[in-house]
């Protein structure tokens, strides 16, 4: 009896390291090879003049944090104003994976890109010089640690994670709500070497 115990959670440690094994795999074919090739053949149709994508991960529905900004640009008649929601934590993975595929298809002829969170979506991307990408937040100011910040701590992925799957790279413009704060954005989005991104 005493040895059936101890198997089980060897077991359970084995299944576990193999599923997150496998996860890993996923993520860096879908990051590194998939929405990058996708993304290229998408990108062969020229730009959408007008053509505005507000990006949510999780949300359902438009968030409070892009309710203005979509709702008065809906109401330029020049602009073809869409809202994608991935479901990240609404699906299953297999579908969730399905979703980043077709909105990385919708993104390669957006003129314009409105995100509110971090997004190794956007990132993973060859992107376009043509298509602009803003950073609005889902939050003012700098009152929490997020991304390069969290590294290595309970609630943050590890520091290699988050170099190997960077959540702020392709950023046009960062919306920060003071210069005082712009440091600790820089910190966060490892974007010392382009302080021009945050717009003061």
Avoid at 1 to 27: C, D, T, Y
Avoid at 179 to 190: G, S
Wanted: overall charge neutral.
């Amino acid at each position: 009896m005493n040895e059936i115990s101890e198997k089980k959670p060897l077991l359970a440690r084995v299944k576990g390291a193999v599923f997150h094994r496998v996860r890993q795999w996923a993520k860096d074919l879908l990051l590194f090879r998939i929405l990058p090739g996708e993304y290229r053949r998408a990108a062969k149709q020229p730009i959408q003049p007008g053509k505005v994508v507000f990006l949510e991960n999780k949300e359902p529905t438009v968030p409070e944090s892009f309710e203005v900004l979509y709702e008065r640009l809906s109401c330029v008649p020049e602009l073809d104003v869409e809202f994608i929601s991935l479901g990240e934590t609404r699906v299953r993975l297999r579908q969730y994976y399905r979703n980043c595929i077709e909105a990385v298809r919708d993104l390669a002829t957006a003129q314009c890109v409105f995100l509110n969170d971090a997004s190794n979506v956007v990132s993973c991307l060859p992107l376009r010089e043509e298509t602009t990408v803003v950073q609005l937040w889902h939050g003012c100011g700098a009152f929490k640690k997020w991304g390069m910040s969290t590294a290595d701590l309970i609630f943050g992925g590890s520091r290699d994670e988050i170099l190997r799957h960077p959540f702020y790279k392709n950023l046009s413009l960062v919306t920060v709500s003071s210069p005082e704060v712009v440091w600790a954005y820089e910190e966060a989005m490892v974007l010392q070497d382009e302080p021009a991104l945050c717009s003061r």
